[in-house]
């Protein structure tokens, strides 16, 4: 066996959080295209959840979308998770879709949509409290379309009160995470268009602020990994979104544009002390819009496990000696000697020995839950992304 | 008076059809914020269109999409549009809203889905010839998400027999008009993703088959005029889609990212012999997804036309001369005079003096035409691209 | 005149500081092409630059960059410049041209070869104190090639160390200015990457050291404008290098690619109090690599004021009433109607008030200045950039 | 073992012909490092080069650029080039280091540098028909740097002039093959930018004349596989400049900064039958500007060797089924599992039942040629690329 067992102990401690959403119909601006038994309430999405943690034991958690996600009763939820073997994880709350965000929200020049904004955020820490959730992550949609749209410094010191609001309720071992994304429904500017942006906010705000850091989210060319290196180093990666692209955000299963990118940025997570470390979240935030759901969630952890078993191969000592020295071949080359390991066989054992299947995906297909919510869930509507 | 004579009989022939679906509500995948007095059938998307024509003298004609503007008597649509001022224009295809299509269109591996987009094209002619238009316009949003998905270069085939038996239907004076886009959205591959596979397939079909060139359809930082420079050269532009766009295929009214690159693009059409040309067909292709629709495609005409009114301004003899003697900046300092003439006061007198309002925009403000259709127009479905 | 009074006289304060090598040759990694008539020693330089103020009125103090522009005599040089209506500015390092510095300066593993980066550092600002500079400026070529050639934590925490040395050894009156660069000359990281990167480095120095914008060094379709806004509100925004690009970091005259770009720039420095504010240097960085040097840079000096002017020209009470009451299209129009302002005649009458010619470009060219050097300039060896 | 015999047998007819100037010195605008023992003449070049056939078996030819590679006697280089185990190749021309050629060379619109660019290709031609190549390939720097400077339209008519010229004196089994490139070293145009230009210039010449990709000349984003494949299918993918580049034309270690999209490519011109075709020359065109060159070119043809055995791994019926299928994810699936395939031990085993070394990185290490050259190569000067 290629991978060694102090590294397979690292890898059991991996823990991939699912986003509820990745398993609605989901789409672009051109056409949703449903699918046959997607989840009609957050219920079914857990359910479908927890068939990637069975198959996988990777992915023991579910993130929360309010209001897409909203119960009568989340401790009813909380026990179907924890039936079905995963727990509720980070809450997102959404404000991109009411008709008076269409301006902004917690940026927004109204003090009335400012604090319909923070109130929804309130909400979304009055169910971290039910669920037992830790984070609670902000993307904002908030931003201008046209040069002069709006006072783009205005909105900043607006997003620091808002934030400073939400910031105020969070309970002791609660964290307010913020993301960041190049563009995107703004065309001109974005409120929190970089990761140096996030990271000033934050800052301003304290202890319990970080950053979130989407795969997607960049601008062409941007080293990613670099980023990765600086916010562990600042001390402010709170969580990752993964999902893989090849023009913007294309919300593409991880893994599938760029598997080395994706190396590349595990590799400096391990390098900082990101990984095993429960400070920083791993999370999926991706759509499937014409592949199937369960699947595509059940690839994409995989494929980060397999990027995390090559990453830890990396001979650190030969590495650093490599690099000493001014070597570059010789320390690109064992980089990317653990890039090339195929590590899958002793993976597939390794599961085997854990009581897993060896092969999730066609464990999957051969478990007959697909065809099962296929028949049995019709009719319902389905509250999500794409809706 | 700045603006010569000679110049302004030219601009007098400037004509701009307008896309009936900038009129509907639109939006991003995150969310499509309606608007009050949004049309409700191809009808009122017309009196709308030809409001933008009243105020401007600039846009004569309505391009039309099926399915999203049939009706049952296309010769009523057309004595509607007559009726208000204006002629109804290019019938563009819509091969990305139904389900058979998620895998593709007149690409698709199933001669059956191949089969039915070349019937709803074949369809689109037998509209054309009710209406009167002469272009059928084909964007397709064919391509793949995931590398191996499709085999690309039998999709290539594919369409090139698919385009061949839609080419085979159009009369004497039709034209088929092939677009291509960058991305999206289909995100790893897209099948007319550039003006090279554009022309290539156009070429093969024959005269009556050119290319659209949509402004908002290239890579990063790629040269558009230079393109449209070529395209000329090889007789082979039949239209433009203008919008604009700072990322990616943003939609925004034409010239408000870039100014300066839309007046680069006009100088190339006038250098070429593509303006005041029947066989460049100058059509706007954008969204309005929160500003106002009519008075967002008034503004978009009339940027068109001063930049337009710029680039004739150009001094072209003393342009040659000073490119003949290699002298840089002086042959960049011509271009940038016309650039920067400030063209806008002579274009309202001129304006006024062929009976048009001197400010369009403010002209339409007045008129109380926005305030009626929000009262008028309620109830009813809106059928559209952001439906 | 369309410009106030008071616009005039925010403008009569505007200081564009140009940069020594801009005179010299310059080229790309293909071939430099040699001009006639440049600069043989930074007394040359500094005798061009004079040129351009001269003509313009805006361009009264000049940068340098050592080693390029050592003398013997400081006192002599700063005498020449006050000979010639000049002074000597800020003080650029170099840390690119030397074969220790293949892998790093200030960065690298070699504690030997940073030593010799930061004393390298603290020469220059030994001659700061001879010139009266204020500010050090830094732009480093340090990055790497290749994943993993080199580790970029720790190469950062270099950065940190060895940017406090010489951060020790400031005056009380000088500041430290670090600049970022998206990418090159290195291909894969580069160590001072991005705005947020410049800014976690120069905070954790302290308040004499700031962040340096150059308006070429990001990744594509980034808003800068944005940056400039957020470097204001954080109070990090030391100076500018101003030029152009259509691609990468093309050097291009200032606002040759896209005026629109520098006239928002313009107006969130306004914005933001950055204008006419010495705590923000507005400096030109670029190359005149196939058009001459001293009319190449007169050109950009008034792009730059043309620019602002249109800028100082927006209505700000206006402009907050339209975004204050959403109203997207009238808010974008009054930015728009500032930005299509032609200043040009009124700048023209405005510079012969004061003792300026109406146009500097044709003064230029008319002084014989020019046909001067080209005549005697012969002879010696130019040393800078392009060598 | 992984790898079918028959894909061996395929793999045993890989030729990747190497560039000369990659022995020599290069670098970026900011630097040229030398490096210790790099050739200074061309005997010496092929000389290294024929170290990297020699440990590799894949290298079997040269590539010469004229002037650089100007000798008195090319049949002593084509004797010298055999003594040593390789022939000569490609001849490229240089139109980029003349004085002359500031402004443009073959679409200068001066009649007699156009002449003198024409006149260099013939004279190409000449030393093709001495020592036996095959192809002539073209890179033009030409192009302009502002808005104006020239006129692109007439550029590209003199272009096609000045290259039917040369291809008029073109032997009966020689070919002309015109490269592409984004951007650099001119900012604004180039007059061949894209893949489509190439095209419609080379099919209005004739059969002789085809495309040269170049792997790190397209803008952000470019799907380069999808070109592979439209210019196979047109019949003019004349020849492969493989390297590889995180954001403009890096030139780094072809598949160094994205081994999966060389994967892709290579699986395209498999697909379309450009693999072991005479017709499609693949070459490398890459700098090593920081690392030893000879086994910066050995990583090279080693990293070329290693993905077209991946990419000739895929199985082809179960790929077409599951295309046909529309099983995306099975699609993909089958794609990925080829490139996850860990080919190293069997190429290595392979390589040494052939006679070569498994390692041919180390093997060159031991050889003491480096050393060798290190040591013997003081004075002289080298004529090159980055001279």
Redesign the interface.
């Known amino acids: 066996m290629t991978i060694p067992s102090a590294t397979l102990d690292l890898l059991s401690q991996q823990a991939i959080e699912l986003p509820s959403w990745a398993f609605g119909n989901?789409?672009?601006?051109?056409?949703v295209?449903?699918q046959a038994g997607v989840p009609r309430d957050p219920f079914e999405k857990i359910s479908d959840a927890a068939q990637v943690h069975k198959h996988t034991g990777l992915a023991p958690s579910v993130a929360l979308h309010i209001p897409w996600d909203k119960v009568p009763s989340y401790s009813d939820l909380r026990r179907h998770a924890e039936d079905n073997g995963v727990k509720l994880g980070t809450v997102n709350s959404n404000t991109?879709?009411d008709?008076d965000y269409?301006?902004g929200s917690v940026t927004h020049?109204?003090p009335r949509i400012r604090q319909k904004a923070i109130d929804h955020h309130l909400e979304c820490i009055d169910i971290m409290n039910e669920t037992g959730s830790r984070d609670l992550k902000i993307w904002l949609?908030d931003g201008t379309?046209?040069?002069?749209?709006?006072?783009?410094?205005s909105r900043?010191?607006r997003l620091h009160d808002s934030l400073s609001a939400i910031y105020e309720r969070l309970g002791e071992h609660q964290r307010l995470v913020l993301e960041y994304k190049?563009?995107?429904?703004a065309?001109?500017?974005?409120d929190v268009?970089?990761?140096?942006?996030s990271?000033?906010q934050v800052s301003a705000l304290g202890d319990k602020a970080v950053v979130c850091l989407d795969t997607g989210h960049?601008?062409?060319?941007?080293?990613i990994?670099?980023?990765v290196?600086?916010l562990?180093?600042?001390g402010k990666l709170g969580s990752f979104d993964f999902n893989s692209?090849?023009?913007?955000d294309?919300d593409?299963?991880v893994g599938?544009?760029?598997?080395?990118?994706l190396f590349?940025i595990i590799?400096?997570v391990v390098?900082?002390g990101g990984y095993a470390n429960p400070d920083v979240a791993f999370m999926l935030d991706q759509c499937h819009?014409?592949?199937?759901k369960v699947?595509?969630q059940i690839?994409s952890v995989l494929n980060v496990q397999?990027m995390t078993a090559r990453a830890l191969l990396?001979d650190r000592d030969a590495?650093?000696a490599a690099?000493?020295s001014?070597d570059?071949?010789a320390?690109?080359?064992?980089?990317?000697d653990a890039?090339?390991?195929?590590v899958?066989g002793d993976l597939a054992d390794w599961r085997e020995s854990r009581g897993l299947p060896a092969d999730p995906?066609s464990a999957y297909a051969a478990s007959g839950y697909q065809q099962r919510i296929e028949q049995e869930r019709v009719g319902g509507t389905q509250a999500g992304w794409?809706a």
């Not at 989901?26 to 056409?31: I, Q």
């Open positions: 989901s789409g672009t601006r051109f056409k295209f449903g991109f879709q008709d269409k301006l020049s109204d949609a379309n046209y040069p002069g749209q709006d006072d783009m410094r900043q010191d190049f563009f995107e429904p065309f001109y500017h974005t268009p970089d990761w140096g942006t990271y000033a960049h601008a062409p060319g941007t080293n990994e670099f980023i290196m600086q562990l180093r600042l692209r090849f023009y913007a294309d593409l299963i599938a544009a760029d598997p080395f990118q590349r590799l400096e390098r900082g819009n014409i592949e199937k699947p595509g690839r397999e990396v590495l650093g690099q000493a001014g570059v071949l320390a690109n080359g064992i980089v990317m890039f090339y390991t195929d899958r995906m794409g």
